[in-house]
């Protein structure tokens, strides 16, 4: 089955769900549209350009679109890394106001860009006619102000579970329904000897997923919670539906790996694939970094949303990709341009997908998953043609607290309880609020 059936019910869902910010009919679930680029003849120009991105990016299908772009445009992209999560936004911030960043930044879309004053340090897209091709959400997360700052750096993914089908198995495990259900998973693994989630908190930002990859759930409940929140009549720690996701993220602790605390990111990879632990609460980009070692022992690996405490009600929380964004400053724009249209073309997209495969739907109208996705994606389906997903908050609201990854790294070691945490990330975000200007009730 196509992802692309039964796009309208999934768009009622997501509006129901998300109101606004939902994934539009002709975006992720799309019928192809007019924006195909096969056979697009491209100027021949040589130049030389560069490109920042963090380190838990996937490199191969990056480094396929800038081999043919050499080939095809004349373009020669020399790549530089940095670290990921609230260091690397630092360094990015620095490199800005440095005057040194490189010609392309890959950072993220949604409320952080806000934080870099896109208007300042980038290109505007909005007149450019192939920026038309990008989808209605994902371009109302690069925008700012009216205007259209990146294009999408990889697919779409989603915060979920990812498990190791071979110990389901072995265990004769159900996917679970509910978060009792899951917890009681968990608890059977444990008491077997297994690791029953991975920890990966080394590297702080996987410490948020649980939390965030559950606003699926609180908006099911609290549809106008987003809204509420950013405006400051709504709080984590006085909203029963919203203190849930972070009441879920200390119940999470007892079933650990002992070292989650120093395991990092690439840790957590290999510890999934090769049976060292049951469960990770992680974005589904981890794919493509597992498909890159492991190949298709991806395979082993399933997938299913954070689950809510309501049987019947399962949904997958999104996330819109981050973005290339163009330095304004340099003295290349141009070549930027042309890397950045090529880069979004159906030729580029086809490269990057036969080096690395999508984690999620593409970001680009009329693009259509190749049929060999991983079969943790073919999992996400089901909830796309239900219509059973919903946009992370972080795409429907521009107040997110600089701390949330250490406030989640101490509810998930014991440090604090739920109730705790979801005050100290409301007070987080009330010092994010009035620094954007929002005078939080």
């Not at 029963?240 to 070292?259: C, G, I, M, V």
């Not at 999508?358 to 239900?386: C, H, R, S, T, W």
């Amino acid at each position: 089955m196509n992802w692309k059936k039964n796009g309208a019910a999934a768009l009622a869902a997501v509006m129901a769900l998300t109101g606004t910010a939902a994934m539009t009919g002709s975006g992720i679930l799309a019928e192809a549209s007019d924006g195909g680029t096969a056979g697009q003849e491209w100027e021949y120009k040589e130049d030389t350009i560069t490109m920042l991105i963090d380190t838990d990016t996937s490199m191969a299908g990056i480094q396929a679109v800038c081999d043919l772009a050499e080939e095809k445009l004349g373009i020669t992209v020399e790549i530089e890394t940095r670290v990921g999560g609230p260091d690397g936004r630092n360094i990015v911030k620095t490199r800005l106001a440095s005057g040194d960043m490189a010609d392309l930044c890959g950072f993220n879309s949604g409320c952080l860009l806000k934080e870099l004053n896109p208007s300042e340090y980038f290109i505007d897209l909005s007149e450019e006619e192939w920026a038309k091709k990008l989808d209605d959400t994902f371009k109302d997360a690069v925008t700012v102000d009216g205007a259209v700052y990146g294009i999408p750096l990889t697919a779409t993914s989603a915060g979920l579970v990812l498990y190791n089908k071979d110990i389901y198995r072995e265990y004769n495990l159900e996917v679970p329904k509910t978060w009792e259900d899951f917890m009681a998973n968990c608890r059977t693994l444990k008491d077997a000897g297994e690791t029953a989630l991975i920890g990966s908190f080394g590297t702080m930002w996987t410490a948020q997923v649980p939390y965030l990859g559950d606003n699926y759930n609180v908006l099911s409940q609290e549809p106008d919670f987003a809204q509420d929140f950013e405006n400051g009549s709504a709080k984590y720690a006085t909203t029963p539906a919203a203190l849930r996701s972070f009441e879920k993220l200390a119940e999470t602790n007892e079933y650990y790996n002992e070292d989650y605390l120093a395991t990092t990111y690439d840790d957590g990879c290999d510890m999934l694939v090769n049976g060292e632990g049951a469960h990770w609460i992680i974005l589904s980009q981890a794919l493509s970094n597992i498909y890159e070692i492991y190949g298709d022992e991806v395979n082993k690996i399933g997938a299913f949303a954070v689950p809510g405490d309501d049987a019947n009600d399962n949904g997958l929380t999104v996330w819109m990709p981050g973005a290339w964004y163009g330095n304004k400053n340099s003295e290349h724009i141009d070549t930027i341009k042309r890397f950045m249209e090529f880069y979004i073309s159906e030729e580029a997209i086809h490269a990057y997908s036969e080096a690395i495969l999508p984690e999620g739907p593409y970001a680009i109208k009329g693009m259509e998953l190749p049929d060999n996705v991983y079969g943790a994606v073919k999992d996400m389906q089901k909830y796309y043609e239900e219509g059973k997903v919903g946009t992370a908050m972080e795409f429907q609201c521009a107040v997110k607290g600089a701390n949330c990854g250490a406030i989640c790294q101490e509810c998930v070691s014991g440090q604090t309880d739920g109730k705790t945490a979801a005050q100290k990330y409301d007070d987080d975000c009330r010092k994010q609020a009035m620094q954007l200007g929002i005078d939080w009730e």
